[in-house]
């Protein structure tokens, strides 16, 4: 086999002509964004980001430095572009099943506006709720309640006081209780040694009496503890009311601005029903509590009305394009977080 000719240096080297070419460097040229010499990979991209349905994958694979990711995410962009900007997503208190968080969903860009409403509305409510009730108003309806009560349990002991003088016989207030015991004709208690002077006939017949008198007084005793909860009742129907009012128009403002949307204006109503029966949260904390940093802290129990929210598209023009570059199982679809409460672990 013969031995091949070396080439020449003119055949090393091809020149060309760039006196027909439209500019004097290419940074004249506008960058390039396109894709060479990969028509089946991009309308396999292509074909396959126009599927709207479910399940469907994109797989793309490569040498190291071909620009897949780049090539993939321009067209995903391009592609979400064309899209409206997908919904909000919060999680709130379920009141009925505190276990199980409710899920909202919103408008883009109304999950933040509704966390900051709420944030807002408890921040109000634990100073107006203690304001509400250091009212003069307040204390008279306590107090008219209460002297209702004492009225009710004065007025029945003094009636059974009253029937006993007409059977001759004396209640008596002692640091022991109550108790009763029989006058003479004098009206003075009748001491131990004159009682049993008397025939066995008087002896009967006072004890029969002060056998009533005790069982009239035992059904009085019975009937206190069920007039005090009425009393309790009505006081906290009182707080209630005061509660109400005082709730109504704040968080009457956030209805109005979310009155377009049912599920956050039932959860509103949720939120406005539990604030009121449990109003004492409110009121048990007029003092706020400072953490290690001195900052106001919020109380556990108020934290139930925390909105959180899950996903956020505030400020964003189209459908996002997300990237994550490790896809774990927490990753992809989240996780429960836990916080440390009385030596326990609650959502």
Known sequence: MPRPEPLTIEALYTPCDTSHLPFKD????????????QPRALGAIHFGTGIARDGFNIYAM??????RFTIVKRILEQQAAKRDVPSDWCYVYNF???????????PAGLGVTLRDDMEQLIEDLRSAIPSAFETEEYHSRIEKLEQELNERRDNALNEL????????????????????APLDKKGEVIRPE??????QEEKQSIEQIVEDLQKKLQRIIRQIPIWQKETREKIK??????GRYAVDHLIGLIKERHKDLPDVTAYLEDVEHDIVEHVRDFRAESEPQSSLLGIASKPEALHRYNVNVVIDHDGEQAA????????????????????????????
């Not at 290419?26 to 010499?37: R, S």
């Not at 129907?237 to 005061?242: F, H, N, W, Y």
């Open 194 to 199: 004159s009682f049993e002077q008397l025939s």
């Open 62 to 67: 490569g040498s190291s430095g071909t620009g």
């Open 320 to 347: 996002p394009v997300v990237y994550q570059d490790l896809p774990t199982h927490s990753n992809m679809v989240g996780c429960v977080e836990y916080r440390a409460q009385m030596g326990t672990l609650a959502c």
């Open 161 to 180: 006081a009253e029937k006993a003088g007409e059977h001759n016989v004396r209640f008596l207030h002692t640091p022991a209780g109550f108790a009763f």
């Open 96 to 106: 009925k099943r505190p276990h199980k968080p409710n899920a909202l969903r919103l």
């Open 26 to 37: 290419t940074a004249e040229l506008e960058e390039f964004d396109g894709v060479i010499g």
């Open 237 to 242: 129907e009182l707080d209630r009311e005061i």
